[in-house]
């Protein structure tokens, strides 16, 4: 069915009732360090002392939008499952929505410790079978552990 100018204009008392008057938003859109959105990243909208006001995550797109209650100053934390958390502090006016892009930086990755077995490298620079009978060798008997004879 065709939508009219008349049917708009019918909806619109009632589309006006769901925002309420004097609504305050804040929106915006959340990038990884390559610019690509950020699905599911959970936002947090907190006052400046810490008490939490809303909660939402982003769409497929990294779209986010909250209402807020009142104008006034508050925090914006941002989390991805991978990324290092952001934080954000802004103002919005009574009636105003603020819009913000925010880019999450990836963790940095971990600590590798340990050490790993030295194999021998071949004329084509790649690590070479162990011969059979030695620790991790492709075959034949296994020597036998410290301190015991065979």
């Known amino acids: 069915m065709p939508v009219t100018k008349r049917m708009m204009w019918l909806c619109l008392p009632v ?3 769901a925002v309420p008057a004097g609504a305050q938003v804040v ?8 610019g690509a959105p950020v699905p599911f990243a959970s936002v947090v909208v907190a006052e400046r002392d810490g008490s939490m006001v809303a909660a939402t995550s982003t769409d497929r797109g990294g779209r986010f939008s909250v209402h807020l209650p009142a104008g006034g100053s508050y925090r914006l934390r941002v989390m991805g499952d991978v990324h290092i958390p952001a934080d954000v502090r802004f103002n919005v006016a009574d009636g105003a929505t603020s819009t913000h892009s925010i880019r999450l930086r990836m ?3 971990g600590t590798v410790a340990g050490s790993m077995p030295q194999r021998p490298l071949g004329p084509d620079g790649r690590p070479q079978a162990r011969p059979a009978g030695s620790p991790g060798g492709t075959g034949g008997a296994r020597p036998a552990p410290a301190g015991q004879d065979n």
């Open 15 to 17: 589309l006006l009732a």
């Open 27 to 34: 929106s915006g859109t959340v990038v990884g360090d390559h």
């Open 107 to 109: 963790h940095g990755g």
